[in-house]
């Protein structure tokens, strides 16, 4: 079975760190990039960063440049999400999501999502 | 990058159908065929529903279709059923290689 379970969610203070895992199982990691979205509670969803399969090419949202990285780890099937410098509006859920492949510009298969508040 | 505009509610009984439409600018859904659409029932992840505009993924039933007209995109469910009710996002990638949802329309069955 495709699947993408998220981990490392949790409360912060303004102004820390903290880092998001994504396990893929069930398909070739290392053939697809990947992306994190996340969704504030109540609101939409909202694209955060792209990162290909050979990890050649990063985007981000401007509302977390500067402060997220993306990267990934292909021999463990894993993305990753370092966010630092977080603020209240950071507070989502945030889900991994596997681009669904070359010209589509989708994502086709979605986690269940890592909850992450900044409060303190 | 603004959000594509999405009516915030629509609704319609079981057996008709409804559009949702989603309005962006020439520099995301005007410019590339690249516009999907999400469903997201409460509490549970979104889950691809179209994609290049008017594409299906496996497993998707053809009582979803969806079109494009200059900066607008439409998502139109035919033969309604209650299954269908759930929060619908469209998504465009836009010309500063970044990826822009709409803000969600809701739709209840009657």
């Known amino acids: 079975e495709v699947q993408l379970v998220e981990s490392g969610g949790g409360l912060v203070q303004p102004g820390g760190s903290l880092r998001l895992s994504c396990a893929a199982s069930?398909?070739?990691?290392?053939?697809?990039?990947m992306n994190w979205v996340r969704q504030a509670p109540g609101k939409g969803l909202e694209w955060v960063s792209y990162?290909?399969?050979?990890?050649?090419?990063?985007?981000?949202a401007d509302s977390v440049k500067g402060r997220f990285t993306i990267s990934r780890d292909n021999a463990k099937n894993s993305l990753y999400l370092q966010m630092n410098s977080l603020r209240d509006e950071d507070t989502a859920v945030y889900y991994c999501?596997?681009?669904f492949g070359s010209g589509t510009y989708a994502f086709d298969i979605w986690g269940q999502g890592t909850m992450v508040t900044v409060s303190s | 990058q603004s959000a594509l505009t999405q009516p915030p509610s629509v609704s319609g009984s079981p057996g008709q159908s409804v559009t949702i439409s989603c309005t962006g600018t020439?520099?995301?859904?005007?410019?590339?065929?690249?516009v999907s659409w999400y469903q997201q029932p409460p509490g549970t992840a979104p889950k691809l529903m179209i994609y290049?505009?008017?594409n299906r993924p496996s497993g998707v039933p053809d009582r979803f279709s969806g079109s494009k007209s200059g900066n607008t995109a439409s998502l139109t469910i035919s033969g309604l059923q209650a299954e269908d009710e759930a929060d619908y996002y469209c998504?465009?990638?836009?010309?500063?290689?970044?990826?822009?949802f709409g803000g969600g329309t809701k739709l209840t069955v009657l």
């Open positions: 999501a596997r681009y």
């Open positions: 069930g398909f070739t990691f290392s053939s697809y990039s």
């Open positions: 990162i290909s399969n050979s990890i050649s090419i990063i985007y981000y």
């Open positions: 020439s520099s995301d859904v005007g410019s590339y065929n690249r």
């Open positions: 290049e505009v008017s």
């Open positions: 998504n465009s990638y836009t010309s500063s290689n970044t990826w822009v």
